[in-house]
């Protein structure tokens, strides 16, 4: 149980390299707050990813992979789309988006 989250996180971790190389290369992210949602977003992405290559080794991978995915879903896909199109009406699933993977991080250290 949980051994697809590795190959999981890697392919997360290469699509979130994608899109910070798709910024810094037509750079569609302009203004402030939009810059540094963009980069929060990125930065969550990645440590996200590497959370999930340790998911197998934890006594709960199915629970650990489970809330650290979806959370690191909700959670940068919002980021992302907000500093790309500027629509901030996504924000109503800031508590679950901001919830989940702190409880996968719980998950993996239990």
């Keep these: 149980s949980g051994g697809c989250f590795p190959q999981f996180g890697c392919l997360v971790r290469s699509w979130g390299l994608r899109i910070g190389l798709l910024r810094s290369a037509q750079s569609p992210v302009s203004g402030c707050l939009r810059e540094k949602l963009f980069d929060k977003a990125n930065k969550h992405h990645f440590l996200h990813s590497l959370a999930l290559l340790g998911v197998p080794l934890c ?13 690191t879903t909700l959670f940068c896909t919002s980021f992302y789309y907000q500093s790309l199109s500027g629509d901030h009406s996504i924000r109503t699933l800031a508590p679950v988006r901001g919830s ?10 239990l």
């Design 59 to 71: 006594r709960k991978p199915l629970w650990a992979g489970l809330l650290l995915a979806s959370g």
């Design 100 to 109: 989940l993977p702190i409880w996968g991080w719980l998950a993996l250290a």
